[in-house]
């Protein structure tokens, strides 16, 4: 699954994030093994 950003809109109307990402963002198989 795709990390989660939780987002809101702040007073002036703008997207902003409530918290960073709960985990690294970019391709997961540079963690996996090769086999």
């Known amino acids: 699954p ?3 950003l939780a987002i809101t ?3 002036e109307g703008y997207l902003v994030a ?3 990402f709960n985990e ?3 391709p997961s198989f540079w963690g ?3 086999q």
């Open 2 to 4: 795709l990390p989660q």
């Open 9 to 11: 809109v702040d007073n």
């Open 18 to 20: 409530k918290a960073p």
């Open 24 to 26: 690294a963002v970019g």
């Open 32 to 34: 996996r093994d090769s």
